[in-house]
């Protein structure tokens, strides 16, 4: 069982430009979520995703971010117009459906390092 | 706002002795409290979540305590060894959601 995706791994942007990064949650899971992680900062929550629906966004910048999990493909986060200081890694993770063992566990992928000149 | 305290200092300590980091943090307690370990350039791995009302999780050499009179949570690594050295983080999850709230992490350095 393949373990969370997320790609690309490293993401370099120039400001302004559009970033999109996206996360294939592990086979069976159905909730996604977003983190973000500044340097020499802890891991901050931005999104809690079901399919087709955001559940929490209370984390999420409320302009120039966007997040998406379709029903078939991986989940998007989407930043318009970055500024240097979206330079970070994001980190995705998922879990399974409510009500199946492990619910509280977040397996998390392997990061999205994005740089913006 | 709820805060969360982690020692922003490293740890470091000998092969094979107890590792002790600590976890507090502020306001109202969890559900569930999680403990997690990350490696330079990667994710987050879960180790243990220990629930609101439990006292006490091992797991091998892994030893967590969560004390929600004194808001606080202790994570022991017994006989510890150089592949221990990380960072680990704790979070705190109200179970309304599944959001999950780090802490900062704690540096560990496990000399041989």
């Known amino acids: 069982n393949a373990g969370v995706m997320q790609n690309p791994r490293h993401l370099v942007r120039r400001r302004g430009q559009e970033a999109r990064l996206r996360c294939s949650p592990m086979k069976g899971h159905s909730h996604v979520y977003w983190y973000r992680q500044l340097p020499e900062e802890g891991l901050k929550f931005m999104v809690y995703?079901?399919?087709?629906?955001?559940?929490?966004e209370s984390g999420m910048p409320k302009e120039r971010f966007s997040a998406e999990f379709p029903k078939e493909g991986p989940s998007i986060l989407r930043i318009q117009q970055v500024v240097r200081g979206d330079s970070a890694a994001y980190f995705c993770a998922s879990s399974p459906p409510t009500g199946t063992s492990g619910r509280k566990t977040q397996y998390f992928g392997p990061g999205t390092r994005l740089l913006v000149l | 706002s709820q805060k969360i305290e982690q020692n922003s200092e490293a740890l470091n300590i000998q092969e094979g002795k107890t590792a002790t980091l600590t976890c507090n943090y502020t306001n109202y307690s969890p559900a569930y409290l999680q403990w997690y370990r990350q490696d330079p350039g990667r994710g987050p791995v879960f180790l243990l979540l220990?629930?609101?009302n439990e006292k006490e999780k091992r797991k091998e050499r892994l030893k967590v305590t969560f004390d929600t009179t004194l808001k606080q949570s202790l994570f022991h690594i017994t006989a510890s060894q150089p592949a221990d050295s990380a960072t680990y983080l704790c979070?705190?999850?109200w179970g309304a959601g599944n959001m999950l709230t780090f802490g900062g992490g704690t540096r560990l350095m496990v000399k041989p």
């Open positions: 979070a705190l999850d």
């Open positions: 220990i629930r609101e």
């Open positions: 995703l079901q399919k087709e629906n955001i559940i929490d």
